[in-house]
């Protein structure tokens, strides 16, 4: 605290010597550059003039000489309490700002500068300065949300198993098949945990990005995706329709596959029997484009922002299970990694389109 008291007191200090070095020069310029010529217009004897006793005016140029150093040396406190004074005017906004800054970092994450008139350079700071407390308020409740939610998730399996088990090892007659039928149900649920830490991971990964980019085409993306998932598919009971035209982008050939494959088995988990699914690649101007559409519920319009946060489910899908959550999530974290346009729009008949836009490669 005491050397950054020390710190602003300097800043000050420069400040009022620097307006004090202003105002002192200005004062100097007058006295030289305009006092001066005209002491010494008025003390010249003018040519043609008549003999005789002349009434002085004025004073001489050696006394006003005299004068002007007396009032330079006056001038020097003037000027140091005028540029005194104006450096605290200076710095005002900065202390509130200084100091709403640090009672915001001590946890008060809802607290604003709000700076009003006069608009210059320092409130156009503060509204910046707003703006960016605002998104770091938004980020630690997300963040705080995320946590919680995650703890829910993985809580309840872990509950369902201790449950499971007490309630074994307290049954005397409990016999060979039983025993079986409690460790299938608990190598079950153990397969839940296991597939949300890897969701969990997986969102971890797409969030902080490749850290190697390449040349890749989304329709041969597309092609590896779908050819892992064509008897899921067909079980289902969906039909599969592709229109891949090659478009090539940039980007981390895993994460992108992750992206594509969370929005096929999005579009899968949540359509109705004898649906239909439609994936289209290509490129258009400087853009490849992705998109996956289904048929499935309607879902309102309100809701869609809603889908791509996780933990956010709308509905269980046609088979009772409710999901982790987590795939448009991972999409939607893919598509900011890679600087990619996301959009997503409901289908009035029902299910969802959406529309992933990469910038396009010139290797293609």
């Known amino acids: 605290m005491t050397t950054r008291r020390i710190a602003r007191r300097s800043l000050q200090k420069r400040l009022a010597l620097a307006y004090a070095a202003g105002i002192y020069a200005a004062g100097a310029f007058v006295l030289v550059f305009v006092g001066v010529p005209l002491v010494s217009i008025d003390a010249a004897t003018p040519d043609g003039a008549t003999s005789g006793p002349v009434a002085e005016t004025g004073i001489s140029l050696p006394q006003f000489l005299v004068g002007s150093a007396v009032a330079l040396v006056l001038l020097v406190p003037v000027a140091l309490a005028l540029g005194w004074y104006v450096a605290g005017r200076f710095l005002q906004p900065l202390r509130a700002i200084t100091g709403t800054a640090k009672s915001i970092s001590a946890g008060d994450l809802h607290r604003r500068l709000d700076l009003g008139e006069p608009t210059d350079e320092l409130t156009e700071l503060g509204h910046t300065l707003d703006d960016l407390f605002a998104r770091l308020q938004a980020a630690f409740d ?41 460790c299938r149900e608990a190598l079950a649920l153990g397969e839940h945990q296991e597939r949300l830490v890897q969701a969990l991971l997986e969102l971890a990964v797409s969030e902080r990005g490749a850290a190697r980019w390449d040349d890749l085409d989304l329709a041969r993306v597309a092609e590896r995706v779908l050819a892992a998932r064509r008897d899921e598919v067909a079980e289902r009971d969906v039909g599969l329709s592709e229109h891949l035209a090659p478009a090539v982008t940039a980007g981390g050939l895993g994460l992108v596959e992750s992206l594509v494959a969370n929005l096929v088995d999005n579009a899968v988990r949540h359509n109705h029997q004898g649906g239909d699914i439609r994936i289209t690649t290509g490129t258009s101007g400087t853009q490849a484009t992705l998109t996956v559409a289904n048929s499935g519920p309607v879902i309102p319009g309100d809701q869609i922002p809603r889908l791509f946060q996780p933990f956010q489910r709308l509905a269980k899908d046609r088979h009772g299970r409710h999901g982790y959550g987590l795939g448009l999530a991972i999409v939607h974290a893919v598509a900011q990694a890679h600087h990619a346009d996301l959009t997503a729009t409901a289908r009035p008949e029902g299910g969802l389109v959406v ?10």
């Open 142 to 182: 997300a963040q705080r949300h995320f946590v919680a939610n995650a703890s829910h998730e993985l809580r309840t399996p872990l509950a369902g198993l201790r449950t499971l088990l007490e309630v074994v090892l307290a049954d005397p007659d409990a016999d060979a098949d039983t025993l079986r039928s409690a």
């Open 355 to 364: 529309t992933v836009r990469f910038t396009a490669s010139t290797a293609g």
